[in-house]
């Protein structure tokens, strides 16, 4: 992010909290209670956004070599990623031309063949069909098309896009919607992959989406955890397209400027606010001072009321250093705590808990309708996003 962009965002957060004001939507907004429980929507999103769309499924480290491979089924699709020995990013349809087995197992490795569990043929990273077993006795086929089938790919600004159908390629930075350079800033391509998990919910995976759309709700929802932490009820608001980004105020680094009489610009921005970027159809990025947090909410296959939020996390790579050099000095011993203790905590004990209340209460059929307020400005942009992407009107903003 250029850094007047980020003493702008600084600023309105100051501003925001000398005269207590967010970020406003402009009105009120009603949402219909059946986007998310309804099957006839899903089976829309799945075919748009988990088949057409591209989607951002990883950042470079992931693939941090010549060699390195990520198999992963998340869309719906088994998909293996792979950087092959010319360092390019590839993707392919993880499935064997033979009879259709996957190839490579979920996961992530080192190596630059791959050999199928079934019988035995084998492809290279660059999809390219290699050996089939006991060729003469299986008859003759021509290997040059029976690779496995490439998928549209790109690595820009340190993300890896992929399109989870054959077909044609996609243009980055219009997806981004102008977000690029400002992604470049955020050095994605150097922080190295650290930790991943996956969360199922009892929730749809727009409700996934929504926890991280507000910060009303970190006062009293997380009174004992998150708040201590950042400011609530406090963000700035800024669409790119079909993307957003919203920035909170960390607490204590703001308590602690104050207590030294520290300007604005005189910290580095990372270190004293969160970062929360909604990259469509279905991306949440956290830049905080320890790293980036790589958010993926996908959808059962069939069912509305269920979902998987599949998370990576990325260190920052300044930080790295400087545990390292600590350590090194104190000798420090100890493993340090995984990220996801803390982060479940506050994310699957409060938030997700608190979404499975809320779809257990939209299937109940109590109500037809969601209130988005002013200070909720993200949420009312995701669902407009989403709408725009299946071609249904946009929500309504009334007076309020
Ligand atoms: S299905 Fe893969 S080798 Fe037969
Ligand atoms: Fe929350």
Redesign the pocket.
Known sequence: MQRHEQLRLLELLAHGIANNLSADAGGITRAPVSDYTCPDLLRREQAVFFRQTPLLLGLSQDLPEPGSYVATSETGSPILMTRDDAGRFRAFLNV??????Q?VADGRGRRDRFT??????TYRNSGALIA??REARFGCIDKENHGLVELPAQERHGMLWVRPQPGDGFDVGELLGGLGAEMDSWKLAIHPFAEEQTIEADINWKLALDTFGENYHFDVLHKETLAAEILGNLQTSDAFGLNYRMCFMSKRAYNYMQEHKLSLDSVPFRRVTLSVYFIYPNVILLMDPAGVDLLRMVPHPTDPARSTTHHRFYADPEMVEAVKKHRAEHGDGHAPESRFVGFNRIVVDEDYAMGASTQKCALSGAQTHYTFGRNEPALRHYHNAHRRGLGLPELDLAAG
């Open positions: 064997c031309r033979h009879r259709g087995t190839v199928c569990p079934f019988h035995a043929w089939i077993n």
